[in-house]
């Protein structure tokens, strides 16, 4: 029966054993709270950091391709242009040789005129350029089917000394014009006497030439020019300067 004050005691059937008491439950030793704190700060410490999130690759196909730029940009111009770059300072260099070298030739010939102070001297000096420039025209020009004529002028404006030797190498102008019409025109461009320092003679003058020879073969109609430069010896005579001698420069 059951107390109304207490609760209710069941009475054991005979044989049944007393019941078991209940398990104590574990004590947790508590931590307190700053040391709690400084164990999981260690913690983290002593963790490996997160590795950062993958990162996303866009695939080939998505990818814009770049573009290459173009050879032409690195110089501009196709090859023949960057040829003529290079060929373009040689060309102008030999150009500027060239235009210095004629200016030096005709600045030394205008101070060759200029040297001397005897008038008598500076007259004659004049007087075999003039006469060297018209010896050489004549002796430089000629025809093929007027050879006996040339021959004969040019003789004339020589003394009889090189006028001998003209007479050994008259025949080699017969042969190279032989069955082939040949007209060879000169002309004296430039004439100055040459230096001569203290063997200055008022009838004896090298003068320098340069003569222009214009030569037209067969039916050509458009002549081929050859430039020389000679040394032409003007001796003075009772007939006048007369060519005594002629060296090509």
């Known amino acids: 029966m059951s107390d109304p004050n207490g609760p209710v005691r069941r009475r054991r059937i005979a ?10 439950k ?4 508590k931590v307190p709270a700053r040391k709690a704190a400084a164990k999981k700060a260690a913690l983290q410490k002593a963790a490996p950091p997160a590795a950062p999130p993958a990162r996303t ?7 814009p391709a770049k573009t290459a730029a173009p050879a032409a940009d690195a ?34 010939v205008q101070n060759v005129r200029g040297e001397g102070g005897n008038e008598a001297l500076e007259t004659s000096r004049e007087q075999a350029v003039s006469a060297a420039s018209t010896a050489a025209t004549t002796i430089f020009s000629f025809s093929s089917d007027q050879l006996d004529e040339h021959v004969s002028a040019s003789k004339a404006l020589m ?27 000169a002309e004296a461009l430039e004439a100055a006497p040459l230096a001569c320092g203290d063997e200055c003679s008022p009838s004896k003058v090298n003068v320098l030439v ?40």
Do not use: H, Y
């Open 159 to 185: 003394t009889p000394s090189f006028a001998k030797d003209f007479d050994k190498v008259a025949p080699a102008l017969t042969e190279v014009t032989a069955n082939r019409r040949i007209v060879v025109k």
């Open 210 to 249: 340069f003569l222009d020879q214009a030569r037209l073969v067969g039916a050509a109609k458009q002549p081929t020019v050859f430039a020389n430069r000679i040394s032409v010896s003007m001796v003075k005579s009772d007939d006048g300067w007369l060519v005594d001698n002629i060296r090509a420069l």
């Open 26 to 29: 574990p004590v947790v030793p």
């Open 57 to 63: 690759v866009a695939s080939p196909k998505t990818r």
């Open 15 to 24: 044989g049944e054993n007393k019941p078991a008491a209940p398990a104590a």
């Open 75 to 108: 110089d501009s111009g196709s090859g023949s242009d960057l040829d003529l770059r290079r060929l373009l300072p040689a060309m102008l260099l030999a150009l500027v040789a060239i235009v210095a070298g004629v200016l030096l030739t005709v600045m030394g």
